[in-house]
């Protein structure tokens, strides 16, 4: 999943970063609303963390505009202000959840979870396919019944794939749901990613390359 974090207090904004990482999300972050609408004109989130009180472009503002313009991205909304009057505030604007500070990052993690599977196509809670299970809740995966140890970026690559139930994926499809904007998109990294999948998962292979394409799982 595909996380943008927008909070102006960088020790804040960082730990929250690193903590969705962890979980883990691809995460990108911005420090005011104005590098967080340029952000949004490049990348397709599924969530948004917003702090409401920002420079330069107010968090309102930013909430907003993802508002007019349509955008699928799933927003929470971070506040200091705990009154009724100003979570209405927030939720009219266009965010989809709300939480005032200071709050503990199990919760915001969670939130975040929650709000990015009302992101995308309901999908089943564990995914199955050609023998393979994911449980995303529980980060496991098996084949054939073995348990398959995998690195976060791995999981997330496979993760990916059986979501896409047969269809092929583009390297920069699982470029931009996997790493954050730091990746150089021309980097071997979802090559790598996909070579080691295959090794894990074991014989007989399933991860399929589609030429031109990208790869799927069949």
């Not at 330069?56 to 927003?75: I, K, M, P, Q, Y």
């Not at 449980?135 to 794939?161: C, I, M, N, Q, W």
């Not at 996997?178 to 014989?203: C, M, N, Q, S, Y």
Request: glycine share 6%; net charge negative; with cysteine.
């Amino acid at each position: 999943m595909r996380v943008l974090v927008v909070e102006d207090e960088p020790l804040l904004a960082d730990a929250i970063t690193e903590w969705l990482r962890d979980e883990p999300h691809a995460v990108d972050v911005a420090y005011d609303g104005a590098a967080a609408l340029e952000r949004l004109t490049v990348n397709d989130y599924d969530v948004v963390v917003l702090d409401r009180d920002l420079p330069r472009v107010h968090g309102d503002d930013v909430c907003r505009e993802l508002a007019e313009t349509g955008a699928t991205a799933r927003v929470l909304m971070l506040t200091a202000a705990a009154g009724v009057a100003d979570r209405v505030a927030g939720l009219t604007l266009g965010a989809d959840d709300y939480l005032t500070k200071p709050f503990a990052f199990a919760e915001l993690a969670a939130r975040v979870h929650a709000l990015g599977r009302r992101s995308r196509p309901a999908t089943p809670p564990v995914l199955r396919r050609a023998g393979i299970t994911l449980d995303p809740a529980r980060h496991e995966v098996f084949r054939d019944g073995r348990y398959v140890p995998l690195s976060k970026k791995e999981f997330a690559v496979l993760t990916e794939l059986l979501r896409a139930d047969g269809s092929a994926v583009s390297a920069e499809q699982l470029l931009e749901k996997a790493w954050d904007e730091h990746a150089d998109p021309f980097t071997g990294a979802v090559r790598l990613a996909v070579l080691k999948l295959r090794r894990k998962l074991g014989e007989p292979q399933v991860v399929e390359t589609v030429t031109g394409v990208g790869y799927r799982i069949s």
